[in-house]
């Protein structure tokens, strides 16, 4: 089985190697992918949006069903991970153990009593429970504030720079998995639940689609942005660069919240206990 | 020797897509581990990636966002400066959605591995084949 996929691999790497000499050279202003959509798209969209990062304007104006989608799908993995291992996988352990730290006694608690999780006078005992390490833990409670101001800055400073929703929901993702790594779960849970996430995350969705939706209403087609221009304040131009940073800001929220949750369920297997 | 070297500089993009295609098709075919397969898939995802943005490259251009966009108006904007932003805009979404789904392959290699006890294919099918009562979901 090795030999034969190792000779079937070699020879479709031989074929795309002969086809790549048909293909157009690197850097071909000339090439067929350049020169059909792309110049109208290079040419026009300071005048249609008023957007300068074309990336921007394409991904959430010109192609805004495309990314409706997409931010669909990445919404759809998330639910994905959850059914398979939340809903199906294993189960919290029964009982939960806490050592009431003024008088040392430990109790047992059964599943559905009290869980004095927030109490500063217990603390939770568990088996895989790791204690962080103070160095990890002080720097990355210094670093998490910036990666995530930063992450705000590429979110709304997409229109100028490189940057927009997907980046910088990325980044803002990766800040909180980071905290959730350098302290443990159960504290980053506290912060942001898992409900929440989810809740993020489908409502990061719903902000896309209630923006064509709007524009809907508004008199324009679905997506359309200059339908937008009956507010107060805005030309159909403009109309069109505000409706695309309010998209942006609806995939930064679902992408946030979707790698978390991600993160969540694959780090401790389902159970939302402490796992890695 | 003039030919060669520009030969080179013109398709190398390619044969590097070519080489870790091949990487990532040969390890989703012959490895035996799940997770060795799932990263097969992401080299070669990350090959195609590479394969369009290299497409969107124009020589002599720069990145694909308007300078002086707003005071200095008037100007043309020539679609010869700017490099091709669409395949930045595809490739964009599929990275996300690559991590995301990486995330979905995962996710079933654990529930794979909490039924089987393995990640090794081949002791998977044993144990399908032979009818073991699987060791159950274990809860612990």
């Given at each position: 089985m090795k030999r034969l996929g190792l000779v079937a691999v070699i020879i479709f790497g031989a074929l795309l190697f002969s086809v790549s000499f048909e293909l157009p050279d690197l850097?071909?202003?000339?090439s067929p992918a350049s020169t059909h959509v792309s110049p109208y798209y290079i040419e026009h969209t300071l005048e249609d949006t008023s957007v300068p990062n074309i990336v921007t304007a394409i991904l959430a104006d010109y192609r805004g069903y495309d990314t409706l989608f997409e931010t669909a799908v990445i919404f759809s993995a998330g639910l994905a991970c959850f059914f398979l291992?939340?809903?199906?996988?294993r189960k919290a352990p029964k009982a939960r153990f806490y050592r009431h730290l003024p008088t040392g006694l430990t109790l047992r608690i059964e599943k559905g009593g009290r869980l004095p999780e927030e109490s500063r006078e217990f603390e939770r005992i568990d088996s895989v429970w790791v204690p962080s390490d103070v160095i990890i833990n002080m720097t990355c409670r210094l670093v998490v504030p910036f990666i995530q101001l930063f992450a705000l800055y590429v979110i709304a400073h997409g229109h100028h720079s490189p940057g927009g929703g997907f980046q910088g929901g990325v980044i803002f993702g990766a800040a909180l998995i980071l905290f959730a790594i350098s302290n443990n779960l159960r504290s980053s849970t506290r912060r942001l639940s898992e409900r929440s996430s989810a809740l993020l995350g489908s409502g990061g969705v719903l902000i896309y689609l209630g923006t064509g939706l709007l524009c809907i209403l508004l008199g324009a087609g679905f997506l359309n942005y200059s339908g937008l221009s009956v507010l107060p304040g805005l030309d159909p131009v403009s109309a069109r660069s505000h409706g695309i940073l309010i998209v942006e800001i609806g995939v930064g929220i679902a992408v946030t919240a979707v790698m978390v949750w991600i993160y969540y369920n694959l780090a401790s297997a389902g159970t939302q206990e402490e796992g890695l | 020797m003039e030919t060669v070297g520009a030969l080179i500089i013109a398709k190398y993009n390619y044969w590097a897509v070519v080489v870790l295609i091949v990487i990532g098709l040969y390890a989703m075919i012959a490895k035996k581990n799940l997770v060795k397969k799932i990263i097969g898939m992401n080299i070669f995802q990350t090959a195609i990636i590479l394969f369009y943005v290299s497409i969107g490259a124009k020589r002599g251009a720069t990145l694909p966002i308007i300078e002086h966009?707003?005071?200095?108006?008037g100007h043309a904007v020539q679609a010869a400066d700017y490099i091709n932003p669409l395949p930045h805009v595809l490739m964009l979404t599929a990275i996300v959605v690559s991590v995301a789904t990486l995330g979905v392959a995962l996710a079933l290699a654990m529930r794979i591995y909490f039924h089987y006890g393995t990640l090794e294919e081949d002791e998977i099918q044993k144990k399908i084949i032979g009818n073991e009562p699987a060791p159950g979901d274990g809860t612990g």
């Open positions: 850097g071909d202003a000339q291992l939340r809903i199906t996988g | 966009a707003h005071g200095h108006g």
